[in-house]
């Protein structure tokens, strides 16, 4: 594999997304990071833990968390691969902001969500999304160095 190849800009946001993913969930189990992490549940929207203060998070949100970043870092390994989590994994987190929206505090709440995480949902994935598409266009196939197998 070729430096050009190695250092792609979409490869390289996807990586970065990916170790930020895994950052996040792994702070959501440590004290200090999260607080009431004792209200902390598997699911639903009465966990009480919150990560930085701010955003809910449960055992599966961070699980979610972990399991976007384990997909992030093994995407920037292709152009397409990072293109592909970029652009998909921000729809994902278009559909889960509408979800938090119209379930969030519901029993149809697996997850905890309230305002800020929403919030939260909607800029990242309109920022993957964006990213992942602005990017792939730069590594078109026809560019030298892009590396768009599997």
């Not at 968390?65 to 989590?85: D, E």
């Not at 509408?98 to 995480?117: H, I, R, S």
Request: hydrophobic content about 55%.
């Amino acid at each position: 594999m070729s430096e050009a190849v190695a250092r792609t800009p979409v490869r390289t946001a996807a990586l970065v997304v990916g170790v930020v993913f895994l950052l996040v969930g792994t702070a959501g189990f440590i004290p200090g990071l999260t607080s009431d992490l004792d209200a902390m549940q598997f699911a639903g929207h009465h966990s009480g833990a919150l990560l930085f203060g701010v955003f809910a998070v449960s055992v599966l949100h961070n699980a979610v968390h972990l399991a976007f970043g384990v997909w992030g870092v093994a995407a920037s390994r292709s152009v397409r691969g990072a293109s592909l989590f970029l652009v998909g994994g921000g729809v994902i987190y278009l559909v889960v902001w509408l979800y938090g929206l119209l379930a969030g505090g519901t029993d149809a709440d697996v997850l905890p969500l309230n305002a800020a995480d929403n919030w939260l949902h909607l800029g990242l994935g309109l920022g993957m999304a964006a990213t992942g598409l602005v990017l792939a266009r730069r590594a078109s196939p026809n560019k030298a160095g892009a590396d768009w197998s599997a």
